[in-house]
């Protein structure tokens, strides 16, 4: 379902209007620990709401997400110190306006302290809009370019998936000077899609590269015979496929029918565990595409527990969107261990620290609070391949060609953001 920027708008002022009325007055304090005049230990029950989509075009992105937090609370035993932990998983239908009802339930009625998730750059928005109006954390965890931005960012925003723009930028050389000049992109016709392009326009151009089009597509698409014809026209090196999840899984098949991937080359912006494994390895074969994890990544120990954990969990290896959720479950419950997890302690206690997370050493950068990350850059590898280039015979999609290390310099400037450093 598309998800306009007029009804985000809409759902946006709808937020604002509910809060001003009060309508969050008795969740402001949902924080506030459970102690007794005697000196006992906090026991402050810790809830954590997951708003994300189950359903829709993203829904793997979604389950994955839910996969993620419950892993989480399942390695914390239930039970953080002395405080009783859990998760509440929303659906959002990847619409605002559920978003937005979702955010506010999990609130006002089931008194969460903390929200997280999500599967869309629309929806990430008005979860943020509820949390910054409610004075509760928000731990974005899909791509987007706003979120942790003014006027957005709130006093206790976070984003730990990349901004739009950083895997571009960290890529956008390589990609111009080592693979390919000339590419023609596919874009999904909503807030990451226009934030992706406006990325790509600037940065693929400034690298040497020709940045065609766009040719916009609606979120959902399923048949792409109108589409394929006009990126074949373009006469392109490679053809960006910006459109992501189901969307992007029936582009690759219907591409291999129509024999795109014999005239240029196919590079997938995002990529993720969960849709690899739904589409399996003929439509990926000679693919490229941008990643944030790598399950097979054996550089960290924190990384191999999260990995061997989640198979053994759910059978599979995880993905990003697993990891972004998982990780803002554990930085929150960082804090609760430290005491420090009301919203001001518990900005101080992560901005500006790197931490062992499920992907690695990520460093919060404290202006903003953007999560800074590495960017792998892979190629969809034929079965008979899976073991020897993919680590694994059954689950060896993909093989990495390029790492990228994590580096602010990714990132626009604080300063360029109106903000201090």
């Known amino acids: 379902m598309h998800v306009s920027q007029a009804s985000w708008a809409a759902a946006v002022r709808r937020v604002a209007a509910a809060l001003a009325a009060g309508a969050l007055a008795t969740a402001c304090g949902v924080s506030s620990g459970q102690q007794s005049s005697g000196g006992n230990a906090d026991t402050t029950p810790i809830k954590i709401g997951v708003v994300t989509g189950l359903t829709g075009p993203y829904a793997n992105l979604g389950q994955a997400q839910a996969n993620g937090a419950n892993l989480a609370i399942k390695q914390l035993g239930g039970k953080v110190g002395s405080h009783p932990i859990s998760v509440i998983v929303r659906d959002d239908t990847i619409n605002a306006t559920k978003a937005e009802t979702q955010a506010r339930d999990l609130i006002q009625a089931q008194g969460v302290q903390v929200l997280t998730g999500c599967v869309s750059a629309a929806t990430t928005l008005v979860i943020n809009q509820v949390a910054k109006q409610a004075g509760v954390p928000y731990i974005g965890t899909c791509q987007t370019e706003k979120v942790n931005r003014p006027p957005d960012l709130g006093p206790y925003t976070f984003h730990i998936a990349p901004a739009t723009s950083y895997d571009i ?133 924190a990384v191999q527990k999260f990995v061997k954990d989640y198979q053994a969990q759910f059978k599979t290896p995880p993905g990003s969107y697993s990891a972004y959720v998982y990780n803002a479950v554990m930085m929150y419950a960082d804090a609760v261990r430290a005491n420090q997890y009301k919203p001001d302690q518990f900005v101080q206690h992560v901005s500006g620290k790197t931490l062992d997370l499920a992907g690695g050493k990520v460093t919060i950068r404290k202006c903003d609070r953007q999560a800074i990350l590495p960017v792998w850059a892979t190629l969809g590898v034929s079965q008979s391949e899976a073991a020897s280039k993919g680590g694994s015979a059954q689950f060896g999609y993909r093989q990495v060609v390029k790492t990228f290390p994590a580096s602010e310099s990714n990132l626009p400037t604080c300063a360029a953001e109106g903000l201090s450093s």
Request: glycine share 10%; charged share 20%; proline share 4%.
């Open 169 to 301: 930028k960290a890529t956008a050389q390589w990609s111009a000077q080592t693979l390919w000049k000339k590419g023609v992109f596919l874009e999904p016709d909503y807030a990451w899609g226009h934030e992706q392009w406006d990325a790509y326009s600037k940065n693929f151009a400034a690298a040497g590269g020709q940045a065609q089009g766009p040719i916009w597509a609606p979120l959902g698409n399923t048949d792409w015979s109108s589409y394929i014809p006009k990126i074949q026209a373009s006469n392109a090196d490679f053809v960006m496929v910006g459109v992501g999840g189901r969307d992007a899984e029936s582009f690759l098949k219907q591409a291999k029918q129509f024999g795109l991937d014999r005239q240029m080359k196919i590079f997938t912006y995002l990529a993720d565990f969960a849709f690899d494994q739904e589409m399996g390895f003929d439509p990926l074969q000679g693919t490229y595409a941008l990643q944030n994890f790598v399950w097979t990544d054996n550089s960290n120990a």
